[in-house]
């Protein structure tokens, strides 16, 4: 089955600077990858995502790579504020969505 | 419109005894996710619905577990003579269309279940 692993676990930054988080996958049909924030005690909210035939996607202050070679992508968030402050998680489906796989989790703390 | 309710938000229960989480999807979903998420870690997956198809159970970590669909709406997953190791916060989701179509997850608050 499939294995995703995130890196790092916990991310410290000072307001206004970028923050990336990592992943990789090894299962090659996987071919659609949801980011998901957390805030603690609450549901996981989709935030963005993308698919295999596509490189990178961008929202406003946050984008998403993929490098479909290597197995792996990316969140990067750019002038990060405290209500960036969260848990991500990556995750990883093959195309009929029949289940989803989670990364581990990055803990992002943003300080003022 | 209403999201993906569950219920109960909290279940403390005695090691050896059944439990059961509810799961009531956002309406007019036909794909049904059960996910545990331990304190501090990712989402691992247990169980998928998808329409009337049968249901994909390779994530269920034993016979202990078990869930159903009643209707193509609520679900039911059922833990039978809890263990200590159970305890976790249990999360549905439910998402729309067919497979093959990239419609978002939506997640439920979750259950936090606690075995003394």
């Known amino acids: 089955g499939e294995n995703v692993e995130q890196h790092p676990s916990t991310l410290s930054v000072q307001e206004g600077d970028s923050a990336v988080i990592k992943c990789t996958y090894s299962?090659?049909?996987?071919?659609?990858f949801p980011w998901y924030k957390q805030e603690l005690g609450k549901r996981p909210q989709l935030i963005i995502d993308?698919?295999?035939?596509?490189g990178e996607k961008k929202d406003q202050r946050i984008a998403v790579t993929l490098n479909k070679t290597a197995k792996h992508f990316s969140l990067h968030i750019t002038e990060t504020q405290p209500e960036d402050s969260a848990v991500y998680f990556c995750?990883?489906?093959?195309?009929?969505?029949?289940?989803?796989?989670f990364g581990s989790g990055t803990k992002l703390n943003v300080k003022p | 419109g209403a999201g993906v309710s569950q219920s109960p938000s909290n279940k403390v229960t005695e090691k050896g005894k059944d439990v059961e989480l509810r799961c009531d999807p956002i309406s007019g979903h036909t794909a049904l996710y059960w996910y545990r998420q331990s304190l501090g870690q990712g989402l691992e997956f247990l169980i998928y619905?998808?329409?009337?198809?049968?249901?994909?159970k390779s994530g269920l970590p034993s016979d202990r577990f078990s869930a159903e669909r009643t209707g193509g709406s609520v679900s039911t997953l059922t833990i039978q003579r809890t263990q200590q190791e159970d305890s976790a916060v249990y999360l549905c989701?439910?998402?729309?269309?067919?497979?093959?179509?990239?419609?978002?997850?939506?997640f439920g608050p979750g259950t936090r279940l606690t075995v003394l």
């Open positions: 993308i698919r295999s035939n596509v």
């Open positions: 619905f998808q329409g009337n198809s049968a249901p994909d």
């Open positions: 299962d090659s049909a996987s071919n659609y």
């Open positions: 995750a990883a489906t093959p195309y009929n969505f029949n289940k989803f796989y």
């Open positions: 989701a439910s998402r729309t269309g067919t497979r093959a179509s990239y419609n978002e997850q939506f």
